[in-house]
């Protein structure tokens, strides 16, 4: 059986765990929305249409921060018509998703249902297809008490206090030719620039985010930071990386290697900030948000399948709806190391997205909600992951990939939080074949016990969560673990994601 060996040392420290790490999106986006968390008529819709039972399952996955209202939507999108009286507000047509939206969920409704999801709101503004002007505007109807045109009109709107928010992303994936309002990397880092200064000047204290590249196989990927960069340093605090991972012609441990792309993926954007740091002598640091990851199966959605007629624009379309299996959701869990790792630069990142598009969160319209397999990493690892990442010293066998070279068969990190001593570690074994057995050296943590273990796997890698079978898949107990002397050993089943905390 192969060994994986790594030590917890508490001065091992890579950096806090931010919250914000453990964020979502939310996008109008076939039924992320509309007939989403949002449905009235739903047996367990609140007063406002929300229901009820994606909101408490939201809780459970522990969302910290979640960003709206997109996505390629949000460089179509017109803020305004999304507030006022419901009755009033217009039908449009969703050039990104080629779908028909009703506003009848806006910013209100939306600040509202993360007040009840105890989530954080992260807004992005329409760099596609408006300019500075519009950002500005919804930043003072957003975030300026009273006693000017759009602070009153919020206030009229139904809301007294401001929606205070404080991460905005300037468009979104300016970099994609699909994106309305597509522009090169001078044209978007100029337009960035001046929207981030304008809005400061407004409000210093909001925290920007620029777009980085939609993915780190564009060809613009790295030049797109750079110049980017060039134009906005002084002016915004996160640049964004955006990055989507599925298994390829059967190439099943290929995926589950997918977190080495994204260590790649964040580190060379930390080189490339840092080389802007370095050239304009800057004693700021630029920290990444990730905010679009995930496992999506895009083979599977063909937008030019959807646009068949000018006169038909559908109502909350079934759309990118993946049903996650075993394997997914141990990527998933490895992704979530990945970001970890990186915890010293990663200070808020956006599982992409929440509800039924590529979602670890699923409703049937008049039936039930459930969690899918990626439900289950996501939401023990912002549950378990505490006070500051650490450096696990992984020693691990090794296994070819095609794709990404040698990669370890074992990933792993832990958190430790110095004031309540409660330490996690979350570990992926990618063997496909069969167990493998880790130890872990805890002794620089004193006289601890194993509190909880959880371990995702199945014998079939490929079992998902469906509406007909909800509970197939669930994290167990890992009885294997076994801490003597300060030394934790633990066997790892194949293609498995587990969280072991200790206290
Ligand atoms: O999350 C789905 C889509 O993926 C988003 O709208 C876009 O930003 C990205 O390409």
Redesign the pocket.
């Known amino acids: 059986m192969p060994t994986a060996q790594l030590t917890l040392d508490p001065r091992f420290t890579i950096g806090a765990v931010h919250r914000r790490v453990f964020g979502s ?1 939310v ?1 109008h ?1 076939g039924r992320c929305v509309y007939d989403g968390l949002y449905e009235p008529g739903h047996p367990t819709a609140d007063e406002e249409g929300f229901r009820t039972d994606v909101l408490e399952l939201v809780r459970e996955l522990g969302v910290s921060t979640i960003r709206y209202p ?5 460089s179509g999108y017109r803020w305004e018509d999304g507030v006022g009286p419901r009755e009033d507000r217009p039908k449009r047509l969703d050039l ?2 080629h779908s028909l939206e009703t506003n009848q969920v806006g910013l209100h409704e939306f600040a509202r249902w993360n007040d009840k999801a105890g989530s954080e709101l992260m807004l992005a503004v329409n760099l596609g297809t408006r300019g500075v002007l519009e950002a500005l505007d919804l930043l003072e109807y957003s975030n300026v008490r009273s006693g000017s045109a759009l602070s009153d009109q919020r206030i009229a709107d139904g809301t007294t206090e401001p929606f205070g928010v404080k991460m905005w992303c300037l468009g ?2 300016m970099d ?1 030719p ?2 309305l309002g597509h522009r090169s990397a001078e044209d978007y880092g100029k337009i960035a620039a001046q929207a981030a200064k304008a809005m400061r000047q407004l409000d210093p204290s909001v925290e920007l985010v620029v777009c980085g590249s ?2 780190s196989a564009m060809p613009t990927f790295g030049a797109w930071e750079r110049t980017v960069l060039e134009h906005t340093y002084e002016d915004v605090d996160f640049i964004s990386c ?1 990055a ?1 991972y599925a298994e390829r012609n059967g190439d099943l441990a290929g995926f589950l290697a997918s977190a080495v792309d994204m260590d790649h993926f964040i580190e060379s954007v930390v080189a490339t900030a840092d080389h802007v740091k370095a050239e304009l002598r800057s004693a700021k640091t630029i920290n990444i948000a990730f905010d ?1 990851w ?1 496992v ?1 199966y895009q083979e599977r959605f063909h937008a030019e399948d959807q646009i068949t007629d000018i006169e038909q624009w559908p109502y909350a379309p079934r759309l ?1 709806e993946d049903a996650y299996h075993v394997a997914d959701a141990v990527v998933v869990g490895s992704l979530l190391i990945s970001l970890l790792k990186h915890a010293d630069r990663v200070t808020s990142a956006s599982l ?2 929440l509800v039924n ?2 979602a670890p969160i699923m409703t049937e319209p008049g039936g039930p909600a459930w969690r899918q397999t990626t439900f289950f990493p996501f939401a023990l690892t912002s549950r378990l992951a505490r006070g500051s990442a650490l450096r696990v010293e992984l020693s691990s066998e090794t296994y070819r990939t095609t794709e990404h070279g040698d990669v370890p068969l074992v990933d792993a990190v832990a958190t430790h939080d110095p004031e309540t001593g409660a330490t996690a570690v979350f570990l992926v074994n990618r063997a496909i074949e069969g167990p493998t057995t880790v130890t872990v050296d805890a002794r620089s943590l004193g006289d601890v016990r194993v509190l909880e273990t959880h371990t995702l796997n199945d014998d079939d890698p490929y079992a998902v969560n469906t509406l007909a079978e909800p509970t197939r898949v669930a994290p167990v107990t890992n009885k294997s673990a076994h801490l003597q002397d300060g030394v934790l050993t633990i066997e790892l089943p194949p293609v498995s994601w587990t969280a072991v905390s200790l206290g």
């Open positions: 999106f996008e986006l997109g996505g390629n939507f949000v990104a998703w979104n994936e994609g699909w994106q939609s993915n955006h989507y679009e995930n999506w990118l992409a997205q598009v590529i």
